[in-house]
């Protein structure tokens, strides 16, 4: 079977260097935040391009903290899209704000500026564009607008970890920018992890009191605070799998390549391939097909593990139909979710694993037309 991701694959690549770093953890006893988590911000501050960044111990509580650095609260709205992980929507749910949904755009699957505009109203604080399987949102148009408004906008860039927008890093263009190092992502911990980057040292300042029991300074709680402190063993290991992540994007890039040529010879719709000025970093290479449970049995019986991200929007959610959305009011985003279907991919990923994948999808296709 060939598998959706390999992390057995990337451990068996670098433990020897991840095994001392975790032990001279362990030794140290510095197990929650320290040296090395410091490290690693500096670190992950510098590979972004930003001031500074805050490592939390998730990446939903990176997007929750940046939501209340930048104030937001009961009776604000904050605009995103429904085509997301659920996580950016809960996020803004506990800060007590109302989620307001705009669709994607239907190429890039990511906040169509076009329809960002009508969405935003007296009671907008923030606007959260997500960075989609590695790509980033149009953050020029998604800026501009933002500007005009006076709102800031906080990127959700769980998916994006060094992915650019005409030459600038994901979460650098933001007030803030959020990520997550779930094992699956593109930097991931061996185990939770998350954080913001931020060029404000306000916002830093305020995130790095929350994530920490709203300590100002030790027995001082200046603000009702959060645990959402990194551990010092990810800390450890995301420093050293920090070093590997340029390697490893390209390899998803060229894996991502050969996907596109091979799959160019049948009629496989292929979005959201890489827009004009925007670094892809391809956290999920996904395709598009109408008729997507058969293509995906097909692959199964084939050996081809793949994966729905995602097939129910969050505006048609049970936990969200407090919101009041209906089936209808976002069709790019519907039809997406009816369609996409995520093909294995990671850096390990061979080329000879990419042509079995792509010769069982050309097969599969050929039968759909048949049948
Ligand atoms: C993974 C992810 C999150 C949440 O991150 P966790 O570390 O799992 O809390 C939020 N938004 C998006 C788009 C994600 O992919």
């Known amino acids: 079977?060939?598998?959706?991701?390999?992390?057995?694959?990337?451990?068996?690549?670098?433990?020897?260097?991840?095994?001392?770093?975790?032990?001279?953890?362990?030794?140290?006893?510095?197990?929650?935040?320290?040296?090395?988590?410091?490290a690693f911000e500096r670190e992950f501050a510098g590979y972004c391009g930003t001031a500074d960044a805050i490592a939390v111990n998730t990446g939903t509580s990176a997007?929750?903290?940046?939501?209340?650095a930048a104030g937001i609260g009961p009776g604000d709205e904050v605009i995103t899209v429904p085509f997301t992980f659920v996580a950016t929507v809960s996020a803004i749910c506990y800060t007590g704000a109302t989620p307001v949904f705009v669709d994607v755009d239907p190429v890039t699957l990511t906040m169509d500026p076009e329809k960002l505009e009508a969405a935003i109203t007296t009671r907008t604080k923030a606007i959260m564009p997500v960075h989609l399987y590695g790509q980033m949102a149009d953050m020029d148009a998604i800026s501009d607008i933002a500007r005009r408004h006076g709102v800031p906008v906080i990127?959700?860039?769980?998916?994006?970890?060094?992915?650019?927008?005409?030459?600038?890093?994901?979460?650098?263009?933001?007030?803030?920018?959020?990520?997550?190092?779930?094992?699956?992502?593109?930097?991931?911990?061996?185990?939770?992890?998350?954080?913001?980057?931020?060029?404000?040292?306000?916002?830093?300042?305020?995130?790095?009191?929350?994530?920490?029991?709203?300590?100002?300074?030790r027995y001082h709680h200046d603000v009702k605070g959060f645990n959402y402190r990194m551990d010092g063993v990810q800390g450890a290991i995301l420093r050293i799998k920090l070093r590997h992540l340029d390697a490893w994007t390209d390899a998803r890039r060229r894996n991502a390549a050969l996907y596109d040529q091979l799959l160019a010879e049948s009629d496989i719709a292929v979005p959201p391939t890489e827009a004009v000025g925007r670094r892809h970093v391809y956290h999920v290479y996904a395709i598009r097909r109408p008729s997507r449970e058969f293509l995906r049995a097909r692959l199964d019986d084939a050996g081809v593990s793949?994966?729905?991200?995602?097939?129910?929007?969050?505006?048609?959610?049970?936990?969200?139909?407090?919101?009041?959305?209906?089936?209808?009011?976002?069709?790019?985003?519907?039809?997406?979710?009816?369609?996409?279907?995520?093909?294995p991919m990671y850096p390990e990923l061979t080329s000879e694993q990419i042509i079995q994948v792509v010769d069982a999808v050309h097969a599969a296709v050929r039968e759909d037309a048949d049948a």
């Not at 939770?192 to 916002?203: L, S």
């Not at 991200?309 to 139909?321: C, D, N, R, S, T």
């Open 1 to 38: 079977m060939i598998p959706l991701l390999d992390l057995k694959a990337q451990y068996a690549s670098i433990r020897a260097e991840i095994e001392p770093a975790v032990l001279q953890v362990l030794a140290s006893t510095q197990y929650v935040l320290g040296e090395e988590v410091a």
């Open 63 to 68: 997007l929750h903290l940046a939501l209340l």
């Open 155 to 217: 990127e959700d860039a769980c998916q994006a970890h060094g992915a650019e927008f005409r030459g600038r890093r994901a979460g650098s263009i933001g007030i803030s920018g959020c990520f997550s190092f779930y094992p699956g992502k593109n930097l991931g911990a061996c185990g939770e992890g998350g954080i913001v980057v931020t060029n404000d040292p306000r916002h830093a300042k305020k995130i790095r009191m929350l994530r920490d029991w709203g300590q100002s300074r």
């Open 306 to 343: 793949t994966g729905l991200h995602y097939p129910v929007p969050v505006h048609l959610q049970l936990a969200h139909a407090d919101l009041g959305y209906a089936r209808g009011d976002f069709p790019v985003s519907e039809t997406a979710a009816a369609e996409v279907l995520s093909l």
